[in-house]
C-alpha cells in the first residue's frame, strides 16, 4: 500500500469513527434509564444566582422576573451590570442585588468573580445565567431533585427561546442534537454531560476553587483570547474526576441567534475555543484511561470530536476523493454519512422537537455555510469576537404558552 493510500485509510477510519460513535453511544443509552436515588431528603440548598449583563441590563429583565417567579424559595440574585445604564425597570425585592461594577470589567468571568465576593450570605449552590435567559417555574426545584440524590454539578438544559427565523431554527437545532448527544447520552452511560455555558449549578465550594484557578487566571489576562468559561470549567471538574448530572427537566430558555452575521460571529468564538481546548480533551482521555475513569475517559473523548460541521465537510470531501484513491472506503465514508444523518432524525425525534425546528430544516445547510466562513475569523478574536446582540424580550408565560412540551414534563 502507498504512503497516499495510508494516509487516507487512517484519516478515512477516523472521520467513520466520528460519524458512527454517536449513533453507538445513542443505541446504547436506550438500554439505560437514569435514576435519582434521594441520599440527603432535608436538604434545603441555597442558590446563588448570577446574571452577567453587557452594555444591556435590559434584556435581563425577564430572566429577573422568572427568577424571582421561582417555586422553591431559598436563594438571590446577582445581577452584573458591567458597562451598563442603570435600568430603566427596578424590583422592589429584598432577593435582588445589581452590581454596577467600576471601573468596567469586560469579561464575563471577571463578572461572576465580582458578584461572588459580595455575597448577602454563603450559599450552598452558584448558578450562572446569561442575560438573555428565562428560568423556567420549576428550575429550582429540578435542580434540587439532584441535588438530594447526591450531585454537586448539574446541567440544566437550555432550550430555546425564540424560533422566529430559519437561522434561530437552524442553531436551535443543534442545541437539540447536542442536549441529546453530548449532555443526556454521556450521562446516561455512566459520564458527564457537557456543561452549556449558562443553566449550571455548581456547589459553592467546588466553584470558588475553580474561579481561583490558574487556568482562570491566565484567561483573564487573555481577554477575547481566553477559552470559553464552561469549557475551563469543565476540564477542571473533570481532572477531578467529578461527575456533571444532566437534568433534562430543570429548563432554561435561551436566546437563538436570528440573522447570517449573529451566526457567524458566534460560531467564530465556539470554534476558537474548541481548537484551544482540544489538547485538554485529548489530555482527558489519556487521563481516563490511565486511571481506568469511565467518567474521564467518555467526556474526553465526547468534547474532542470535531464539530459537526467539520466532520461531514471532510467526510464528503474525503469520500469524493476516495472514487480515485479507496473506493471501498469511500462507499464506507457514504454509508457513515447515511448513519450520522439518520441518527441527527432520530435524536430530534427522542428529545421531541418543536415542530418549527421540523419545518426549518432546509435552512441547515445555510448554517453550516456561516460556520465555514467562521473558520476565517478565528485568526484575529480582538477584532472579530464581539459579544452576541440580544433583542428579544419574553416573558416566561410567553414561553410556557409557546411551549409543546411544557405540560408534558410538568405532568
Known sequence: MSLLSWIYTIVAAGLTFALVWPFVMVVASRFRKPRL???????????????TAWRNASIARPLV???LRQRWPHFHIYLVADRCAPADWTFDDPRLTVLYPDPPLDLKVKSIIHATERFVRPHDFTLVFDADNVAHPRLLEELVRYIRAGWRVVQGQRRAKNLDTVIACADATGEFYKNYVERYVPFVLGSSAVISG???AVATDLYRGYLHSPEIRRGKELGKRMMQEDKILQ???LRRDERIAWAREAIVYDEKVTTPDAARTQRSRWLFSYFQNVPHAAGLLWLGLRRRSWNQFLFGLVTLLPPL?????SAALWALAGLWVAPLWSLVLTAALAIFALNVLWTLWLTPVPPAVWKALWGLPLFIWQQVRALFLMKNPDRNFAPTRHQHEVDVEALLANDPTHEKESS
Open 235 to 237: 476540564n477542571w471538574l
Open 198 to 200: 449558562s443553566g449550571m
Open 309 to 313: 460541521f467539520l466532520t461531514v465537510g
Open 37 to 51: 436515588e434521594v441520599r440527603m431528603p432535608d436538604a434545603r440548598p441555597d442558590f446563588a444566582c448570577i446574571i
Open 65 to 67: 422576573d422568572s427568577l
